[in-house]
């Protein structure tokens, strides 16, 4: 079982930066796929950003220029530096790992810490 454990969440202004942090319990974290979705009031949970263990990333439309994530394998930890944050960031932000054993997925989220970007 692996265990995510997100911090760094906050209130912050528009225009205004925060750093996101998912930090895995295994280092079946290094083989891992790792992503940052969010969840907003009555809507569905969407990708964010997500990155391979070779380093790939790739970004939802809404955050590319404003956003980078970034893992260290040595902390088994994913990061989510958020940039110009924009009133409509504000969501609940969920990690997530994938990984595969064999012909198996197995995928697990973090509790969710909450964004909110006052205008």
């Known amino acids: 079982q692996v265990q995510l454990v997100e911090s760094g969440g906050g209130l912050v202004q528009a225009g205004g930066s925060l750093r996101l942090s998912c930090a895995a319990s295994k280092s079946t974290f290094r083989s891992s796929t790792m992503g940052w979705y969010r969840q907003a009031p009555g809507k569905q949970r969407d990708l964010v950003a997500r990155?391979?263990?070779?380093?790939?990333?790739n970004y939802a439309d809404s955050v590319k220029g404003r956003f980078t994530i970034s893992r260290d394998s040595a902390k088994n930890t994913v990061y989510l530096q958020m940039n110009n944050l924009k009133s409509e960031d504000t969501a609940v932000y969920y990690c997530?790992?994938?990984?595969?054993?064999?012909?198996?997925?197995?995928?697990?989220w973090g509790q969710g810490t909450q964004v909110t970007v006052s205008s």
């Open positions: 990155i391979t263990n070779g380093g790939l990333t």
């Open positions: 997530k790992a994938v990984s595969m054993i064999g012909l198996v997925t197995y995928e697990y």
